[in-house]
């Protein structure tokens, strides 16, 4: 992102929606402090400049565990953009003298105390929420529950206007609120520049480089990467056990492989979610019995339900070399002091998109993903980047 998209937005002729304003919840407090410091930076030549747009806000918690929403200053009229992380484990709060860690459940319900505490004064209500809430849970298969699609229907009839999300795990849950704004963003660019950064001797021509989908359900993602930098793709898909249930789901028996060899390849994976790890390292592993030179892992959300020892175990063996992910989510320290762990910020990007909306600018004016991983490209030599 340059400054030219910045000026876009804040010299545009256009005029703010209302005037700004930027919740961050608990979970979310340093994501919304580096959204704001951009969105301050931007506006501080522009009318609409302001010293900082966080509102302060807070959610306490009775000795019951009971909690409550409270607004410490007004917001009458303003265009309020709520930033939550439910996954955010490390929050947490006294019950009964004893200290309980914030589940998504809990995160959530302080999301609607925040919007029942505007009482219906905010001009507009977006929620910035990167990882939706129960977004695992997306259909129905037999007797159960649709979490995700109506924690949307929920917000909506609590007057939300917006629902910004990243790198859904099933984007078609928004089918639940047709007719309220739905974004599902893909940080596509922010990976590959992030990898540019990071390891230096990358080299991502079609002799040397592939991208390959972890599984069917993630294949989109990508099959964009392949386009976008011109390589070729293979996939491999879950052989499961559909006689048993496990945990809700049936056991993956094998990981099979298609597509072209990857002997002495650099091999890109990505996906939505690294949860306990298990089917990233059974890929990676799979990929090195074929020969692959070079194995980069992505998930937008690196979260390693099951710690981190068995990636530790497997960098070591050389079996995997890098992981990237997102700051849309909560990272313990000991995963950010992981050498073989790679951060991407969207942080601006979020920034940029709060900004177009709060302008009523098209998004894609700003946030064209293709032309600058074009760009991009181009910066960093890559032969053909002009082509594709």
């Known amino acids: 992102m340059t400054g030219k998209a910045s000026s876009i937005v804040f010299n545009n002729s256009k005029q703010q929606v209302a005037p700004l304003?930027?919740?961050?919840?608990?979970?979310?407090?340093?994501?919304?402090?580096?959204?704001?410091?951009?969105?301050?930076?931007?506006?501080?030549?522009?009318?609409?400049?302001?010293?900082?747009?966080?509102?302060d806000t807070e959610c306490p918690r009775f000795s019951s565990g009971d909690g409550k929403g409270l607004i410490k200053t007004s917001i009458r009229g303003d265009d309020i953009f709520i930033i939550v992380d439910v996954g955010n484990y490390s929050c947490t709060y006294k019950m009964f003298g004893k200290e309980n860690f914030m589940s998504p459940d809990d995160h959530f319900q302080d999301l609607k105390r925040i919007i029942q505490a505007m009482g219906g004064k905010a001009h507009r209500i977006s929620v910035v929420m990167p990882i939706l809430y129960g977004g695992r849970q997306h259909r129905r298969n037999y007797r159960e529950s649709l979490d995700c699609a109506v924690m949307l229907q929920e917000l909506q009839a609590m007057g939300v206007s917006n629902i910004i999300t990243f790198d859904a795990h099933d984007s078609r849950v928004c089918?639940?609120?047709?007719?309220?704004?739905?974004d599902n963003v893909m940080p596509s660019y922010q990976v590959l520049k992030a990898m540019f950064q990071e390891i230096n001797d990358l080299d991502v021509s079609p002799e040397h480089f592939m991208v390959v989908s972890p599984d069917e359900g993630a294949l989109n993602r990508n099959m964009y990467?392949?386009?976008?930098?011109g390589v070729q793709m293979g996939m491999f898909y879950k052989?499961?056990?559909?006689?048993?249930?496990?945990?809700?789901?049936?056991?993956?028996?094998?990981?099979e492989y298609l597509g072209n060899s990857v002997e002495n390849m650099t091999v890109?994976?990505?996906?939505?979610?690294?949860?306990?790890?298990?089917?990233?390292?059974?890929?990676?592993y799979e990929l090195k019995k074929r020969k692959a030179k070079r194995i980069?892992?992505?998930?937008?959300?690196?979260?390693?339900?099951?710690?981190?020892?068995?990636?530790?175990?497997?960098?070591?063996?050389?079996?995997?070399?890098?992981?990237?992910?997102?700051?849309?989510?909560?990272?313990t320290p000991d995963l950010l002091s992981r050498d073989w762990f790679k951060e991407v910020d969207v942080s601006k990007y979020i920034a940029y998109l709060i900004a177009a909306i709060n302008h009523d600018i098209s998004t894609s004016k700003v946030i064209d993903p293709h032309t600058k991983i074009r760009s991009l490209l181009t910066k960093y030599n890559v032969k053909g980047a002009e082509n594709l």
């Open 268 to 284: 890109f994976i990505s996906d939505d979610i690294i949860s306990s790890g298990d089917s990233m390292l059974d890929i990676a």
């Open 239 to 255: 052989r499961r056990d559909y006689s048993t249930i496990v945990n809700g789901r049936n056991p993956i028996i094998a990981h």
């Open 175 to 182: 089918n639940a609120v047709p007719l309220m704004g739905f």
């Open 21 to 55: 304003g930027i919740i961050a919840t608990d979970g979310a407090k340093d994501l919304g402090k580096k959204i704001n410091g951009y969105l301050v930076d931007w506006s501080k030549d522009s009318p609409f400049a302001q010293d900082s747009y966080l509102v």
């Open 225 to 229: 990467y392949a386009s976008v930098l």
């Open 296 to 331: 980069i892992a992505y998930a937008t959300y690196p979260i390693f339900t099951n710690g981190l020892a068995k990636f530790d175990e497997a960098y070591e063996k050389g079996m995997i070399d890098y992981v990237f992910g997102t700051n849309l989510t909560y990272r």
